[in-house]
């Protein structure tokens, strides 16, 4: 279930604890990605707000918006480089980007094998993606007052096997978000502490997100073609080639042949007694 555009805008603009999010999530994508000269990048879900760091070095930057969830212009002071896409089907030529960030988009996702190859597909050969999707043992997955409770939370296990089998190789691996999800003073103005102890900790336990990035596995292996052998259970009634036909036999008349033996029993002389 996506959720609306409206919800994740007022989340990440006007909330105190969407802010801090916004900021703990990008400072960690530009730790992955200190720049993007010259590169073509691209978001899908509500990736926006982590991709104005490149908006000045960037080839071009494109925000896709599922339909789902619906689409805002973004950036506000700049010219528009958001777009309303169908979710498994990107207005994006093959091969076209260099960086790819998903957020709020794989876990929410009704078919996310068909966007996973959807991804691939627009990837450029060793291009990288960055996803980014609730912690299931985190905190901010049991909370609906922030979007990363909505849809379905990943274990680092199950993330990683599901973007290998749609050929991509895990690189690097991140959690991020180790305050609570509570806008209480205490935990808003311990947040950076909190931060800070928990990636010294424990990187995959307390986290409220997990952030993955892979690469593109170029071209996808073709794998060993597997064969099977349908067992045909009437074989035997088949007739063999050149094989000639069976000679029908004649019914049997049960009742004349009995009489016929008892005749030869009392002494007859019909055709067919032994003598």
Not at 168 to 189: D, G, N
Request: with cysteine; charged share 20%; glycine share 8%.
């Amino acid at each position: 279930m996506h959720l609306d555009v409206q919800t994740l805008h007022n989340f990440y603009y006007r909330s105190a604890i969407g802010r801090v999010a916004q900021r703990v999530v990008r400072d960690q994508v530009t730790a992955f990605w200190p720049n993007a000269k010259n590169q073509t990048l691209g978001g899908f879900g509500f990736a926006v707000p982590l991709l104005r760091p490149y908006l000045s070095d960037a080839r071009r930057v494109i925000g896709l918006m599922p339909g789902q969830q619906g689409v805002m212009p973004w950036p506000a002071e700049k010219p528009n480089v958001s777009v309303l896409c169908e979710e498994t089907l990107w207005p994006v030529e093959n091969e076209r980007f260099d960086k790819l960030v998903l957020m709020h988009g794989l876990e929410t996702s009704e078919r996310q094998s068909a966007l996973l190859d959807e991804c691939w597909r627009v990837l450029a050969p060793g291009a990288k993606a960055l996803f980014i999707v609730p912690n299931r043992s985190g905190l901010w997955a049991r909370s609906d007052e922030t979007p990363f409770g909505y849809g379905r939370p990943y274990s680092m296990g199950q993330l990683e096997a599901q973007l290998k089998a749609h050929h991509f190789e895990p690189l690097r691996h991140a959690a991020v978000l180790y305050q609570p999800p509570s806008t209480r003073r205490f935990w808003m103005k311990t947040g950076p502490m909190w931060e800070k102890i928990g990636r010294s900790v424990s990187a995959l336990v307390a986290g409220g997100i997990f952030m993955v990035e892979v690469s593109k596995i170029s071209p996808k292996p073709s794998g060993t073609r597997a064969t099977s052998r349908v067992l045909n259970p009437l074989g035997h009634l088949v007739p063999a080639p050149n094989a000639k036909p069976a000679r029908a036999r004649l019914p049997v008349d049960v009742s004349r042949v009995t009489s016929e033996r008892a005749s030869c029993r009392d002494g007859g002389n019909q055709r067919g007694c032994r003598s």
